[in-house]
């Protein structure tokens, strides 16, 4: 039977060994800092982290 699930269930997420290599990469990119340099990470539209207003646009027209 299917739960659904809740607010804390994302505690119990494992991503997957190429998954989360995909996620350190990303998370190297956002935190790379250096003065004049803005990183973003874009997945296939879905928009998360701080830089959606940036594609928002884009994104809306590619879709549309």
């Known amino acids: 039977m299917h739960h659904p699930f809740t607010e804390e269930d994302y505690l119990m997420r494992q991503a997957s060994e190429e998954m989360q290599r995909i996620k350190d990469i990303e998370d190297s990119v956002l935190n790379f800092k250096r003065e004049g340099v803005k990183t973003y ?20 027209k590619a879709w549309l």
């Open 41 to 60: 990470v874009i997945s296939c539209g879905v928009l998360y982290g701080q830089g959606e207003a940036v594609f928002e646009s884009h994104f809306k």
